[in-house]
Protein backbone atom coordinates (compact mmCIF):
# COMPACT_ATOMS: atom_id res chain seq x y z
CA UNK A 1 0.00 0.00 0.00
CA UNK A 2 1.71 3.61 -0.53
CA UNK A 3 1.80 5.83 1.63
CA UNK A 4 0.63 8.77 -0.46
CA UNK A 5 -1.22 9.49 -3.41
CA UNK A 6 0.04 11.46 -5.92
CA UNK A 7 -1.44 14.96 -6.11
CA UNK A 8 0.16 16.37 -9.07
CA UNK A 9 -1.82 14.13 -11.37
CA UNK A 10 -3.95 16.95 -12.68
CA UNK A 11 -1.61 19.47 -14.95
CA UNK A 12 -4.28 21.47 -16.22
CA UNK A 13 -4.20 19.93 -19.61
CA UNK A 14 -6.78 18.53 -21.84
CA UNK A 15 -10.67 18.30 -19.92
CA UNK A 16 -10.09 14.36 -21.16
CA UNK A 17 -6.82 13.19 -19.99
CA UNK A 18 -7.37 15.44 -16.70
CA UNK A 19 -10.98 13.96 -16.10
CA UNK A 20 -8.61 10.39 -16.67
CA UNK A 21 -6.10 11.16 -14.15
CA UNK A 22 -8.44 12.21 -11.45
CA UNK A 23 -10.71 9.02 -11.92
CA UNK A 24 -7.25 7.27 -10.87
CA UNK A 25 -6.42 9.29 -8.06
CA UNK A 26 -10.24 8.97 -6.77
CA UNK A 27 -9.82 5.19 -7.16
CA UNK A 28 -6.40 5.01 -5.63
CA UNK A 29 -7.97 6.66 -2.07
CA UNK A 30 -11.19 4.21 -2.20
CA UNK A 31 -8.78 1.40 -2.18
CA UNK A 32 -6.62 2.63 0.28
CA UNK A 33 -10.25 3.72 2.54
CA UNK A 34 -11.88 0.06 1.51
CA UNK A 35 -8.37 -1.87 3.42
CA UNK A 36 -9.24 0.54 6.69
CA UNK A 37 -12.20 -0.58 9.16
CA UNK A 38 -15.33 0.86 9.04
CA UNK A 39 -15.45 4.45 10.54
CA UNK A 40 -16.41 3.76 14.40
CA UNK A 41 -14.04 1.09 14.73
CA UNK A 42 -10.53 3.14 13.61
CA UNK A 43 -7.56 3.52 15.49
CA UNK A 44 -6.71 7.29 16.20
CA UNK A 45 -3.76 6.04 13.02
CA UNK A 46 -6.41 4.64 11.14
CA UNK A 47 -8.29 8.03 11.47
CA UNK A 48 -5.05 10.17 10.46
CA UNK A 49 -4.68 7.74 7.41
CA UNK A 50 -8.06 8.37 5.99
CA UNK A 51 -7.59 12.01 6.59
CA UNK A 52 -4.93 12.32 5.52
CA UNK A 53 -5.90 10.28 2.18
CA UNK A 54 -9.45 12.33 1.70
CA UNK A 55 -7.30 15.68 1.90
CA UNK A 56 -4.99 14.09 -0.99
CA UNK A 57 -7.48 13.35 -3.39
CA UNK A 58 -9.46 16.64 -2.40
CA UNK A 59 -6.26 18.46 -3.39
CA UNK A 60 -7.07 16.77 -6.94
CA UNK A 61 -10.52 17.47 -7.29
CA UNK A 62 -9.75 21.06 -6.49
CA UNK A 63 -7.06 21.41 -8.99
CA UNK A 64 -9.44 19.63 -11.52
CA UNK A 65 -12.13 22.03 -10.50
CA UNK A 66 -10.29 25.03 -11.26
CA UNK A 67 -9.87 24.63 -14.46
CA UNK A 68 -12.64 22.46 -15.51
CA UNK A 69 -16.10 23.84 -13.61
CA UNK A 70 -17.61 24.99 -16.50
CA UNK A 71 -16.76 22.66 -18.98
CA UNK A 72 -18.25 20.15 -16.44
CA UNK A 73 -21.37 22.40 -16.17
CA UNK A 74 -21.67 23.27 -19.68
CA UNK A 75 -21.83 19.33 -20.34
CA UNK A 76 -24.16 18.76 -17.47
CA UNK A 77 -26.46 21.29 -18.44
CA UNK A 78 -26.15 20.81 -22.73
CA UNK A 79 -24.43 24.17 -23.01
CA UNK A 80 -26.83 25.88 -20.01
CA UNK A 81 -29.79 24.67 -21.78
CA UNK A 82 -30.99 22.99 -19.43
CA UNK A 83 -31.59 23.08 -16.20
CA UNK A 84 -31.16 20.46 -13.39
CA UNK A 85 -31.98 20.99 -9.85
CA UNK A 86 -29.13 20.81 -7.70
CA UNK A 87 -29.91 17.14 -6.28
CA UNK A 88 -29.85 16.00 -10.13
CA UNK A 89 -26.93 18.32 -10.75
CA UNK A 90 -24.38 16.44 -8.37
CA UNK A 91 -25.78 13.15 -8.87
CA UNK A 92 -25.01 13.68 -12.74
CA UNK A 93 -21.72 14.83 -12.17
CA UNK A 94 -20.52 11.23 -10.58
CA UNK A 95 -21.79 9.93 -13.93
CA UNK A 96 -19.46 12.60 -16.35
CA UNK A 97 -16.58 12.58 -14.24
CA UNK A 98 -16.32 9.69 -11.97
CA UNK A 99 -14.39 10.27 -8.89
CA UNK A 100 -15.68 13.96 -8.86
CA UNK A 101 -18.32 13.78 -6.59
CA UNK A 102 -19.74 10.15 -4.87
CA UNK A 103 -21.58 7.99 -6.58
CA UNK A 104 -25.00 7.08 -6.12
CA UNK A 105 -24.60 3.78 -4.31
CA UNK A 106 -22.03 5.49 -2.00
CA UNK A 107 -23.88 7.98 -0.87
CA UNK A 108 -27.16 5.10 -0.07
CA UNK A 109 -24.01 3.82 2.14
CA UNK A 110 -23.58 7.38 3.98
CA UNK A 111 -27.33 7.43 4.29
CA UNK A 112 -27.73 4.60 6.42
CA UNK A 113 -25.23 5.56 9.61
CA UNK A 114 -25.12 8.14 11.97
CA UNK A 115 -23.46 11.96 10.84
CA UNK A 116 -20.62 10.70 13.40
CA UNK A 117 -19.84 6.89 11.64
CA UNK A 118 -20.11 8.43 8.08
CA UNK A 119 -17.31 8.97 5.95
CA UNK A 120 -17.78 12.51 4.86
CA UNK A 121 -18.56 12.34 1.21
CA UNK A 122 -20.81 14.88 1.68
CA UNK A 123 -18.25 17.17 1.80
CA UNK A 124 -16.89 16.64 -1.73
CA UNK A 125 -20.51 17.19 -2.87
CA UNK A 126 -20.04 20.82 -1.62
CA UNK A 127 -16.53 21.47 -2.58
CA UNK A 128 -18.07 20.85 -6.26
CA UNK A 129 -21.43 22.93 -5.42
CA UNK A 130 -19.08 25.97 -3.92
CA UNK A 131 -16.99 25.60 -7.36
CA UNK A 132 -19.92 25.64 -9.59
CA UNK A 133 -21.45 28.99 -7.70
CA UNK A 134 -18.73 30.45 -7.93
CA UNK A 135 -18.28 30.63 -11.23
CA UNK A 136 -20.19 33.75 -12.61
CA UNK A 137 -21.82 31.83 -15.53
CA UNK A 138 -22.75 28.34 -14.45
CA UNK A 139 -23.03 29.93 -10.58
CA UNK A 140 -25.44 32.10 -11.93
CA UNK A 141 -27.48 29.86 -13.86
CA UNK A 142 -27.90 27.24 -11.18
CA UNK A 143 -29.41 29.81 -8.81
CA UNK A 144 -31.53 30.95 -11.38
CA UNK A 145 -32.21 27.16 -11.92
CA UNK A 146 -32.88 26.90 -7.97
CA UNK A 147 -35.48 29.93 -8.36
CA UNK A 148 -37.97 27.84 -10.52
CA UNK A 149 -40.70 25.92 -9.45
CA UNK A 150 -40.29 22.80 -8.15
CA UNK A 151 -42.00 19.83 -10.23
CA UNK A 152 -44.37 19.35 -6.98
CA UNK A 153 -45.48 22.81 -6.71
CA UNK A 154 -46.71 22.40 -10.18
CA UNK A 155 -48.47 19.52 -10.06
CA UNK A 156 -50.55 20.81 -7.00
CA UNK A 157 -51.32 24.65 -8.24
CA UNK A 158 -54.66 23.97 -10.10
CA UNK A 159 -55.75 22.28 -7.30
CA UNK A 160 -54.63 25.15 -4.58
CA UNK A 161 -56.10 27.48 -7.00
CA UNK A 162 -59.37 25.54 -7.06
CA UNK A 163 -59.58 24.96 -3.22
CA UNK A 164 -57.15 27.51 -2.05
CA UNK A 165 -55.52 25.25 0.55
CA UNK A 166 -53.42 22.32 0.31
CA UNK A 167 -52.00 20.28 3.25
CA UNK A 168 -48.68 18.57 2.94
CA UNK A 169 -46.72 16.41 5.57
CA UNK A 170 -45.28 19.10 7.45
CA UNK A 171 -46.90 22.18 6.16
CA UNK A 172 -50.52 23.56 5.83
CA UNK A 173 -51.02 25.98 3.11
CA UNK A 174 -54.49 28.48 2.94
CA UNK A 175 -55.48 31.01 1.50
CA UNK A 176 -57.63 33.57 3.43
CA UNK A 177 -58.81 36.40 1.13
CA UNK A 178 -55.51 38.29 -0.51
CA UNK A 179 -53.15 36.46 1.62
CA UNK A 180 -51.83 32.81 1.61
CA UNK A 181 -51.38 32.04 5.63
CA UNK A 182 -48.48 28.81 5.39
CA UNK A 183 -48.17 27.32 8.97
CA UNK A 184 -45.21 25.00 10.30
CA UNK A 185 -46.33 21.36 11.23
CA UNK A 186 -43.54 19.52 13.06
CA UNK A 187 -45.24 19.38 16.37
CA UNK A 188 -42.94 16.73 18.37
CA UNK A 189 -39.60 18.69 17.58
CA UNK A 190 -40.95 22.23 17.99
CA UNK A 191 -41.40 23.15 14.13
CA UNK A 192 -37.66 22.86 13.94
CA UNK A 193 -36.54 22.45 10.19
CA UNK A 194 -35.90 18.26 8.91
CA UNK A 195 -35.27 17.38 5.10
CA UNK A 196 -39.45 17.06 5.26
CA UNK A 197 -40.27 20.37 6.36
CA UNK A 198 -37.69 21.99 4.38
CA UNK A 199 -39.06 19.85 1.04
CA UNK A 200 -42.81 21.15 2.24
CA UNK A 201 -42.01 24.47 2.68
CA UNK A 202 -40.29 25.14 -1.14
CA UNK A 203 -43.52 23.77 -2.57
CA UNK A 204 -45.64 25.70 -0.10
CA UNK A 205 -43.79 28.96 -0.95
CA UNK A 206 -44.00 28.31 -4.79
CA UNK A 207 -48.06 27.87 -4.45
CA UNK A 208 -48.11 31.14 -2.84
CA UNK A 209 -46.07 33.05 -5.07
CA UNK A 210 -47.56 31.25 -8.40
CA UNK A 211 -51.69 32.00 -7.06
CA UNK A 212 -52.10 35.31 -8.84
CA UNK A 213 -55.12 35.77 -6.24
CA UNK A 214 -52.31 35.78 -3.58
CA UNK A 215 -50.78 39.42 -3.05
CA UNK A 216 -49.30 38.49 0.34
CA UNK A 217 -47.88 35.38 2.04
CA UNK A 218 -48.02 34.74 5.47
CA UNK A 219 -45.36 32.14 7.35
CA UNK A 220 -46.34 31.02 11.24
CA UNK A 221 -45.93 27.72 13.32
CA UNK A 222 -47.93 25.89 14.21
CA UNK A 223 -49.27 24.68 18.03
CA UNK A 224 -46.28 21.85 19.12
CA UNK A 225 -46.51 18.76 21.44
CA UNK A 226 -43.53 19.27 23.25
CA UNK A 227 -43.70 19.16 26.75
CA UNK A 228 -42.43 22.63 28.10
CA UNK A 229 -44.93 24.06 24.90
CA UNK A 230 -48.34 21.62 24.59
CA UNK A 231 -50.55 23.70 22.98
CA UNK A 232 -48.64 26.78 22.16
CA UNK A 233 -47.88 28.07 18.84
CA UNK A 234 -43.95 28.15 18.33
CA UNK A 235 -42.34 29.89 15.38
CA UNK A 236 -39.49 27.36 15.06
CA UNK A 237 -36.92 25.71 16.83
CA UNK A 238 -34.19 26.00 13.75
CA UNK A 239 -32.54 23.08 12.64
CA UNK A 240 -33.50 19.40 13.71
CA UNK A 241 -30.63 18.66 15.76
CA UNK A 242 -31.64 15.05 16.56
CA UNK A 243 -31.95 14.78 12.33
CA UNK A 244 -28.77 15.89 12.48
CA UNK A 245 -27.49 13.63 15.00
CA UNK A 246 -28.89 10.95 12.98
CA UNK A 247 -27.55 11.64 9.76
CA UNK A 248 -30.39 12.85 8.41
CA UNK A 249 -29.69 16.35 7.59
CA UNK A 250 -28.47 16.02 3.67
CA UNK A 251 -26.44 18.73 2.74
CA UNK A 252 -27.48 19.00 -0.95
CA UNK A 253 -31.24 18.93 -0.55
CA UNK A 254 -31.35 20.54 2.73
CA UNK A 255 -28.56 22.76 3.97
CA UNK A 256 -27.79 23.70 0.30
CA UNK A 257 -31.37 23.40 -1.47
CA UNK A 258 -33.00 25.07 1.31
CA UNK A 259 -31.14 28.54 0.98
CA UNK A 260 -31.10 27.86 -3.01
CA UNK A 261 -34.94 27.65 -3.02
CA UNK A 262 -37.79 28.33 -0.69
CA UNK A 263 -35.70 31.19 1.54
CA UNK A 264 -34.32 32.72 -1.44
CA UNK A 265 -37.20 32.53 -3.41
CA UNK A 266 -38.79 34.70 -0.31
CA UNK A 267 -36.35 37.48 -0.55
CA UNK A 268 -35.94 37.18 -4.48
CA UNK A 269 -39.09 36.01 -5.86
CA UNK A 270 -39.89 32.52 -8.10
CA UNK A 271 -38.19 32.68 -11.54
CA UNK A 272 -41.37 32.10 -13.71
CA UNK A 273 -38.99 32.40 -17.39
CA UNK A 274 -36.24 30.21 -16.91
CA UNK A 275 -35.61 31.02 -21.00
CA UNK A 276 -31.79 32.30 -21.65
CA UNK A 277 -31.81 36.28 -21.39
CA UNK A 278 -34.59 36.13 -19.26
CA UNK A 279 -34.07 39.64 -16.93
CA UNK A 280 -35.49 40.56 -13.48
CA UNK A 281 -38.76 41.31 -14.58
CA UNK A 282 -39.49 37.51 -14.89
CA UNK A 283 -39.48 37.01 -11.53
CA UNK A 284 -42.76 37.22 -9.20
CA UNK A 285 -42.42 38.56 -6.32
CA UNK A 286 -44.74 39.07 -3.09
CA UNK A 287 -44.43 41.26 0.12
CA UNK A 288 -44.79 38.39 3.52
CA UNK A 289 -45.01 38.89 6.43
CA UNK A 290 -43.22 36.23 9.94
CA UNK A 291 -45.72 35.90 12.68
CA UNK A 292 -43.44 34.92 15.57
CA UNK A 293 -45.28 32.99 18.68
CA UNK A 294 -42.45 32.08 21.71
CA UNK A 295 -39.31 32.40 19.33
CA UNK A 296 -37.35 31.71 16.44
CA UNK A 297 -34.40 30.27 16.92
CA UNK A 298 -31.63 29.57 14.14
CA UNK A 299 -33.54 28.35 10.68
CA UNK A 300 -36.17 30.46 12.25
CA UNK A 301 -35.10 33.81 12.82
CA UNK A 302 -32.94 33.45 9.39
CA UNK A 303 -36.34 33.28 7.17
CA UNK A 304 -37.23 36.55 9.29
CA UNK A 305 -34.27 38.41 7.30
CA UNK A 306 -36.22 37.78 3.86
CA UNK A 307 -39.40 39.01 5.19
CA UNK A 308 -41.28 42.15 5.10
CA UNK A 309 -43.13 42.68 8.24
CA UNK A 310 -42.60 40.69 11.56
CA UNK A 311 -45.05 41.05 13.59
CA UNK A 312 -44.10 39.08 17.57
CA UNK A 313 -45.91 38.03 20.24
CA UNK A 314 -45.09 39.87 23.76
CA UNK A 315 -42.02 37.78 25.56
CA UNK A 316 -40.74 36.14 21.72
CA UNK A 317 -37.27 36.17 21.00
CA UNK A 318 -35.00 35.22 18.06
CA UNK A 319 -31.62 33.97 18.08
CA UNK A 320 -29.06 32.38 15.74
CA UNK A 321 -26.91 29.86 18.02
CA UNK A 322 -24.55 29.11 15.86
CA UNK A 323 -21.46 29.53 18.39
CA UNK A 324 -23.29 26.53 20.32
CA UNK A 325 -24.30 24.49 17.57
CA UNK A 326 -21.19 24.84 15.67
CA UNK A 327 -22.53 24.97 12.13
CA UNK A 328 -22.97 27.94 9.66
CA UNK A 329 -26.32 29.95 10.21
CA UNK A 330 -27.32 29.77 6.16
CA UNK A 331 -27.61 33.22 5.14
CA UNK A 332 -27.81 34.65 8.41
CA UNK A 333 -24.30 36.11 7.92
CA UNK A 334 -25.12 38.08 4.63
CA UNK A 335 -28.64 39.53 5.91
CA UNK A 336 -27.88 40.37 9.70
CA UNK A 337 -25.48 42.67 9.58
CA UNK A 338 -27.29 44.86 7.60
CA UNK A 339 -30.74 44.48 9.22
CA UNK A 340 -29.14 45.10 12.92
CA UNK A 341 -25.49 46.61 12.26
CA UNK A 342 -22.03 44.67 12.42
CA UNK A 343 -21.53 45.34 15.76
CA UNK A 344 -24.92 43.91 17.29
CA UNK A 345 -24.78 41.11 14.68
CA UNK A 346 -21.64 39.52 15.67
CA UNK A 347 -23.15 39.31 19.27
CA UNK A 348 -25.69 37.45 17.78
CA UNK A 349 -23.75 35.41 15.37
CA UNK A 350 -20.61 34.42 17.36
CA UNK A 351 -22.38 35.02 20.93
CA UNK A 352 -25.09 33.62 21.52
CA UNK A 353 -27.39 36.60 21.99
CA UNK A 354 -30.79 36.60 21.56
CA UNK A 355 -33.13 39.34 21.17
CA UNK A 356 -35.93 39.51 22.99
CA UNK A 357 -39.34 41.88 22.52
CA UNK A 358 -38.53 44.14 24.82
CA UNK A 359 -34.74 44.36 24.66
CA UNK A 360 -33.72 47.96 23.38
CA UNK A 361 -32.48 46.76 19.72
CA UNK A 362 -36.27 44.71 19.20
CA UNK A 363 -37.36 47.39 16.45
CA UNK A 364 -34.62 46.15 14.05
CA UNK A 365 -35.68 42.76 14.09
CA UNK A 366 -39.65 43.01 14.80
CA UNK A 367 -42.02 45.78 12.92
CA UNK A 368 -44.90 45.29 16.39
CA UNK A 369 -45.54 43.55 19.20
CA UNK A 370 -48.60 42.87 20.40
CA UNK A 371 -50.36 40.72 23.47
CA UNK A 372 -50.53 37.27 22.23
CA UNK A 373 -54.21 37.24 21.96
CA UNK A 374 -53.76 40.09 19.49
CA UNK A 375 -51.61 38.06 16.80
CA UNK A 376 -54.26 37.08 14.35
CA UNK A 377 -55.41 40.89 14.33
CA UNK A 378 -51.98 42.35 13.35
CA UNK A 379 -51.23 39.62 10.51
CA UNK A 380 -54.78 40.92 9.10
CA UNK A 381 -53.94 44.15 9.66
CA UNK A 382 -50.28 44.14 8.32
CA UNK A 383 -51.23 41.91 5.35
CA UNK A 384 -53.90 44.67 4.23
CA UNK A 385 -51.44 47.16 4.82
CA UNK A 386 -48.91 44.71 2.03
CA UNK A 387 -52.04 43.98 -0.37
CA UNK A 388 -51.49 47.54 -2.22
CA UNK A 389 -50.92 47.10 -5.82
CA UNK A 390 -47.60 48.74 -5.20
CA UNK A 391 -45.81 46.93 -2.73
CA UNK A 392 -44.58 43.70 -4.42
CA UNK A 393 -42.76 46.25 -7.04
CA UNK A 394 -41.41 47.80 -4.62
CA UNK A 395 -39.93 45.41 -2.22
CA UNK A 396 -38.60 43.66 -5.71
CA UNK A 397 -36.53 46.63 -5.74
CA UNK A 398 -35.56 46.60 -2.47
CA UNK A 399 -34.37 43.19 -2.54
CA UNK A 400 -32.25 44.12 -5.90
CA UNK A 401 -30.79 47.16 -3.89
CA UNK A 402 -29.85 45.16 -0.69
CA UNK A 403 -29.15 41.38 -1.93
CA UNK A 404 -28.06 41.17 -6.47
CA UNK A 405 -28.38 38.25 -7.30
CA UNK A 406 -24.43 37.71 -7.61
CA UNK A 407 -23.93 38.69 -4.15
CA UNK A 408 -25.69 36.34 -2.97
CA UNK A 409 -24.50 33.87 -5.18
CA UNK A 410 -20.77 34.67 -4.16
CA UNK A 411 -22.25 34.08 -0.60
CA UNK A 412 -23.57 30.70 -1.03
CA UNK A 413 -20.40 29.47 -3.14
CA UNK A 414 -18.37 30.46 -0.09
CA UNK A 415 -21.48 28.96 2.80
CA UNK A 416 -21.21 25.53 0.41
CA UNK A 417 -17.81 24.60 1.56
CA UNK A 418 -17.91 26.29 5.28
CA UNK A 419 -20.88 24.59 5.65
CA UNK A 420 -19.94 20.82 3.74
CA UNK A 421 -16.65 21.08 6.40
CA UNK A 422 -18.83 22.11 9.78
CA UNK A 423 -21.21 19.50 9.33
CA UNK A 424 -18.66 16.79 10.06
CA UNK A 425 -16.54 19.13 12.11
CA UNK A 426 -14.92 16.78 15.31
CA UNK A 427 -16.77 19.58 17.58
CA UNK A 428 -20.40 19.57 16.00
CA UNK A 429 -20.28 15.89 16.28
CA UNK A 430 -19.91 16.32 19.89
CA UNK A 431 -22.12 18.90 20.81
CA UNK A 432 -25.20 16.98 18.29
CA UNK A 433 -24.26 13.49 20.31
CA UNK A 434 -24.48 14.68 23.77
CA UNK A 435 -27.85 16.70 23.05
CA UNK A 436 -29.05 13.73 21.83
CA UNK A 437 -27.98 11.49 24.76
CA UNK A 438 -29.57 14.22 27.24
CA UNK A 439 -32.36 14.48 25.03
CA UNK A 440 -32.82 10.69 25.73
CA UNK A 441 -32.30 10.90 29.16
CA UNK A 442 -34.92 13.02 29.69
CA UNK A 443 -37.35 11.21 27.48
CA UNK A 444 -36.49 8.16 29.58
CA UNK A 445 -37.37 9.96 32.77
CA UNK A 446 -40.87 11.21 31.59
CA UNK A 447 -41.56 7.83 30.56
CA UNK A 448 -40.67 6.23 33.92
CA UNK A 449 -42.82 8.89 35.79
CA UNK A 450 -45.99 7.88 33.80
Not at 153 to 178: I, K
Not at 203 to 223: C, H, I, K
Request: aromatic share 4%; net charge neutral; hydrophobic share 45%.
Amino acid sequence: MTTRLDTSLVVGGRFDDDAHQLAGAAEAAERVLAALPLVPARSPHEQARARNVHAEVRAVRRDFLARHTDTVYGLLTDGLTRRPRLPELVDAAAGLVPGLVPTRAQMAVERRVVQAEKEGREIDQGRFCGAVLRSPTAGRHLVETMLGATPRALELLDGFRADGRVELDAVHVERRGAAAHVEFRNPERLNAENARLVADLDTAVDLVLLDDSVRVGVLRGGTTDHPAYRGRRVFSAGIDLTDLRNGRIPLVDFLLGRELGYVGKLLHGLLTDLAPGAGTERFVTKPWIGAVDTFAIGGGMQLLLTLDHVVAEEGAFVSLPAAEEGIVPGAGNLRLTRQTGARLARQVVLGGRRIATTDPEASLVYDEVVPAAHMDEAVERAAAALSAPAVAANRHMLALAEEPLDHFRVYIAEFAFAQADRAYAPDVLDKVERRWQERERRRAARGSRT
